[in-house]
């Protein structure tokens, strides 16, 4: 539904309609990227590279891309370098959040010396591109022993997600009434049992929104293990593009079925926790 | 239960004053009453108290512990907030419980819990809404809440901000006159912040009175409303407002309002010939003597008066101050009226008088003020607030200071 209708509009009128065009062309052109990668991988080797939208769908492909054969074809195990993924970005997300959580709440709630110089250190790692630091990185993760290894992966992707986790709670720490800590300090509880029974049940919704964006970083990012893993701690991303072949032929059919396949865990993750990403969870706490 | 004494308590936030050099020496059991405008420093001063901000200089002392490095959950302190901070992920239950439930406040069993937090609503009137979210309250069940939550446990501290502003008219007046019954609170220490006068004047056995975070004066209730300290404290208290006439003495005499007071300067008022004065009227010390001017009144009044019975200086018997004016606007508050009275100069004076008494608009009436009620201010430029240099009643009223 483009709109809502209030009490006594019309549903029918040329402007109404006009817009719902206007949404449903906009939706087609968006959506379209998805729609011909799925169609793609649902194409025969022999079929892969027509442009037609009638062809004979087949559901080979996604078998080949989780079998022996897949790696036959590409030297990479792909079922291991998802769950390899799951591992690296689970890791990061959870790194993020444990370091995150609490300097968010510093921030937020607290100035302190260097707190904003602190707060734009933590930015900028989002902002320096990624292509800048990875061959010192490349360097010391050989010198140090970290190349091609799990720990080296979450080290660094939670590079990516750890700034998005700062920003993000800081703000919803910031927006809750520090009356509602005073309360529970008055109460008789300690700062951190405060923290733990008061503020942190309320900003649950960030956790939840922070948790998933800072997933979905980490999930998409290429040139970190492109460069800084071989086999062992390699991810998704980069076990995609080898089905496009070094030399070999090029399988953009298997490529766009194991894109699919790479679509999936953040989808899973975010119907999972949608229920948490609700606003609001403070109504009612203090008087506006 | 314990006494409460502050001393020195500074704090600003970054140029803006927040209270400055606050002294206060509160008994054992005293019902204390905060008094200000808001940005008067208030609420700086309870949490000050309660240690929940760092004070720039000064101390706490509760009981006769110095509280200085103490944390606000080994106070013993507690704090119904403006805001309510309610926790809005927690049943009314549960919010009235977690006093009870920190293990800092005493030990209590479920079934001691839940006698007190029983007691608690029952006397705020909020028993059947025990199940429910804080959101799903209104803001006066939300501000009962509050209270409760303070109440529900012992203490040796109360300090209460604002904690009847939200209910209606109704409500707040019931509950101000329950308030002070409440057992828990007619034995505890309690600071008592508002901006409400009538609360003040009613619940405090002392009120302190604060105006950009200093303390202008401090006295039981009947104390700063006879004798205010200022034009500040006199202003703050009545509504409406009191009205101030500037005035100047000269050779024994005090003249102002263009003629309309001209009186003797009481024995043992510290006034000077020449010097300016601003007098206080507080509008429901202002009686009209007669509506109507007699006839003769243009020529009691003197030469310069309005042959029409205008402004004028009336007949001022022994023991009150006398003026005659014209009426301007009456506006009616139900059994009273609110009458502006032009006796000359350019502030009216307010009356605030039973409809029965009042003259209609544009006509002359005679205003009387007992002297022990009109006050007598040093003058100042507009804005600036000056002290209280005594009343008409002269030394008699220093006596009634003491």
């Known amino acids: 539904m483009a709109t809502t209708l209030m009490p006594g509009q019309k549903r029918f009128t040329p402007s109404a309609i006009l817009a719902d065009l206007t949404l449903l062309a906009w939706f087609v052109f968006s959506l379209f990227p998805i729609v011909w990668l799925v169609l793609l991988a649902l194409k025969t080797d022999a079929e892969q590279t027509t442009t037609y939208f009638s062809f004979s769908p087949t559901l080979d492909n996604f ?67 990624e292509l800048m630091v990875i061959v010192p990185l490349f360097v010391i993760y050989n010198q140090i022993g970290l190349f091609d290894t799990t720990v080296g992966m979450i080290w660094v992707l939670q590079l990516v997600t750890m700034p998005l986790v700062v920003w993000i709670l800081r703000s919803y720490f910031q927006d809750l009434p520090e009356d509602l800590e005073h309360a529970a300090l008055l109460d008789g509880y300690t700062r951190r049992r405060a923290f733990v029974m008061v503020a942190l049940p309320l900003v ?23 460069v ?20 070999g032929q090029a399988y953009y059919n298997l490529t766009a079925a194991a894109a699919v396949i790479a679509a999936l ?24 | 239960m314990a006494t409460l004494d502050i001393t020195g308590l500074s704090k600003r936030y970054g140029s803006t004053v927040g209270i400055d050099a606050v002294d206060l020496d509160i008994d054992d059991g005293e019902f204390f009453v905060l008094l200000g405008p808001s940005g008067a420093g208030k609420t700086t001063t309870l949490k000050s108290i309660a240690g929940l901000i760092e004070v720039d200089a000064g101390s706490v002392t509760i009981g006769g512990r110095d509280m200085s490095g103490v944390e606000p959950y080994e106070r013993n302190v507690a704090m119904a907030f403006e805001s309510y901070a309610l926790y809005p992920q927690k049943s009314v239950l549960d919010n009235l419980a977690s006093p009870l439930r920190s293990g800092r406040t005493g030990r209590y069993d479920d079934a001691e819990q839940r006698r007190r937090v029983d007691a608690v609503t029952g006397t705020l009137g909020i028993s059947h809404l025990l199940d429910r979210l804080p959101k799903e309250l209104s803001n006066g069940q939300r501000q009962r809440v509050a209270l409760g939550r303070v109440l529900v446990r012992p203490a040796d501290v109360y300090l209460l901000d604002e904690p009847l502003s939200h209910l209606d008219a109704k409500l707040r007046s019931a509950m101000r006159a329950e308030l002070k019954q409440l057992g828990a609170v007619s034995q505890t220490t309690s600071v008592y912040v508002t901006h409400d006068y009538q609360e003040a004047l009613a619940l405090g056995d002392r009120v302190g009175v604060l105006r950009d975070g200093r303390i202008v004066q401090v006295g039981a209730p009947e104390q700063v409303w006879n004798a205010p300290a200022d034009t500040f404290v006199a202003k703050a208290f009545g509504q409406p407002e009191i009205t101030l006439l500037d005035a100047v003495v000269d050779d024994g005499r005090i003249h102002g309002a263009d003629g309309a007071v001209d009186v003797a300067v009481p024995p043992g008022l510290a006034v000077t010939s020449g010097q300016r004065v601003r007098l206080g009227l507080r509008p429901r010390d202002v009686a009209v003597a007669g509506a109507g001017a007699p006839p003769d009144a243009a020529a009691v009044a003197g030469p310069d008066a309005d042959p029409v019975a205008g ?42 008088t039973s409809a029965e008494r009042a003259a209609g608009e544009g006509e002359p009436v005679e205003l009387s003020v007992p002297n022990h009620q009109v006050h007598v201010f040093q003058a100042g430029a507009s804005g600036e607030e000056t002290p209280r240099i005594g009343s008409l009643a002269g030394a008699t009223d220093e006596e009634d200071r003491a």
């Open chain 1, 265 to 288: 865990p953040p989808l899973v993750l975010a119907l999972t926790i949608q229920r948490y990403l609700v606003r609001g969870l403070s109504f009612g706490a203090v008087k506006s």
């Open chain 1, 228 to 247: 800084l893993s071989e086999s062992e701690a390699s991810t998704v991303t980069v076990a995609i593009t080898k089905f496009l072949g070094g030399g």
């Open chain 1, 63 to 129: 078998g080949t891309v989780l079998s022996d054969r897949g790696e036959e074809l590409t030297s990479v195990d792909f079922p291991t370098a998802l769950l390899t993924s799951v591992l690296n970005c689970a890791g990061a997300v959870l790194v993020s959040l444990v370091v995150g959580i609490p300097a968010a709440y510093a921030a937020g709630r607290w100035r302190f010396r260097g707190s904003n110089d602190l707060m734009f250190t933590i930015l900028s790692f989002r902002f320096a591109p």
């Open chain 2, 311 to 352: 402004p004028g200086a009336g007949r001022s018997a022994p023991g009150e101050l006398r003026m005659r004016g014209r009426v301007g606007l009456v506006e009616r508050l139900g059994r009273l009226v609110e009458v502006s009275v032009d006796v000359g100069g350019s502030t009216p004076v307010i009356v605030v």
């Open chain 1, 204 to 226: 649950r919704p960030g956790i939840a929104a922070a948790t998933l964006l800072a997933f979905i970083f980490a999930w998409n990012n290429y040139i970190f293990p492109l």
